[in-house]
């Protein structure tokens, strides 16, 4: 599977975007306005191994709700990201078998060193 998950509305998701130059045969979802699925996220914890890593601790609602302050378990994470868009660690790359998740300088360059091989 060769897919990014990002947010259309996300600066720093759409440099990303350009930074990388993902060739044509990657799917592009914007999580927005096509919400992340049961099936997705489970094939994201497949490659990554856990739901926390997949999920964004920057989220505004993560400090709303004071979930730092609570002890939340895999599938806490895995239920937080499905009901809010926004709990998930953006972009989200998957380049057949590997997973590239959030924007740090060195994920971004590994995606793109994956992708352009």
Do not use: W
Not at 34 to 44: A, D, G, L, R, S
Not at 72 to 87: G, P, R
Request: hydrophobic share 35%; aromatic share 8%.
């Amino acid at each position: 599977m060769k897919k990014i998950y990002y947010l259309s509305t996300c600066d720093t998701c759409k440099r990303i975007l350009n930074e990388i130059e993902a060739p044509a045969d990657f799917e592009l979802q914007d999580i927005k306005t096509n919400e992340i699925t049961e099936k997705q996220i489970e094939e994201m914890h497949k490659l990554s191994g856990s739901y926390e890593s997949l999920f964004s601790k920057r989220a505004r609602l993560y400090k709303e709700r004071d979930l730092k302050n609570k002890a939340l378990s895999e599938e806490d994470y895995k239920a937080l990201i499905l009901e809010h868009y926004t709990f998930l660690k953006r972009p989200v790359i998957i380049n057949d078998q590997e997973i590239f998740i959030g924007n740090a300088k060195k994920n971004v360059a590994a995606a793109k060193a994956s992708i352009h091989g």
